[in-house]
T-cell receptor
């Protein structure tokens, strides 16, 4: 079953512009993690944000979390051609069984136009 | 340091054969996860271990799938009597503990002909 839903499904912007992707989820979470996947390649971990955090930064990346709205956003500033990839949010849901699995959304396909 | 490694990177097998996929986690990581990813989709959870104990196997599709991690390090995912619908990218991840970052390996692309 899907927990996270990314929006938009696809996004094309000019190099140098900022890109914002959103993720909505359904249940309470321990944390939310963002990943990047280049075409046909591995999943690269970007940022983990915990349920008691509201914002985190890493280089050109900024992630926000609103647990009241069950949503998160990933902002990439000053985009580069190398940022072209699919971006996934993944939730670590609170569970009575202590489960640690991540549930992924379907991803946002980001294309940076040189 | 070295990341998560998986072998083989590509596996083509005939329907009905058994396959074993290997995962070597980041050194010292106690938690190890298996996921399966279809083209154009996000990974889907299969099973996970803390040390050598299999904590949750609720994502394994059926009893042809099994996994083990006997010494709490390397893990093997075994698929018996493979079927064409088993074709997918199988990804392994490891974590330093519960509810921490999960780092993924490069995956094994399985094709069942």
């Amino acid at each position: 079953s899907q927990q996270g839903e990314e929006d938009p499904q696809a996004l094309s912007i000019q190099e140098g512009e900022n890109a914002t992707m959103n993720c909505s989820y359904k249940t309470s979470i321990n944390n939310l993690q963002w990943y990047r996947q280049n075409s046909g390649r591995g999943l690269v971990h970007l940022i983990l944000i915990r349920s008691n955090e509201r914002e985190k930064h890493s280089g050109r990346l900024r992630v926000t979390l609103d647990t009241s709205k069950k949503s998160s956003s990933l902002l990439i500033t000053a985009s580069r051609a190398a940022d072209t990839a699919s971006y996934f949010c993944a939730t670590d849901a609170v569970s009575n069984f202590g489960n640690e699995k991540l549930t992924f959304g379907t991803g946002t396909r980001l294309t940076i136009i040189p | 340091g070295a990341g998560v490694s998986q072998s083989p990177r590509y596996k083509v097998t005939k329907r009905g054969q058994d396959v074993a996929l290997r995962c070597d986690p980041i050194s010292g990581h106690v938690s190890l996860y298996w996921y399966r990813q279809a083209l154009g989709q996000g990974p889907e959870f299969l099973t996970y271990f803390n040390y050598e104990a299999q904590q949750d196997k609720s994502g394994l599709p059926n009893d042809r799938f099994s996994a083990e991690r006997p010494e709490g390090s390397i893990s093997t995912l075994t698929i018996q009597r493979t079927e064409q619908r088993d074709s997918a990218m199988y990804r392994c991840a490891s974590s330093s503990g519960p509810h921490y970052e999960q780092y993924f390996g490069p995956g094994t692309r399985l094709t069942v002909t």
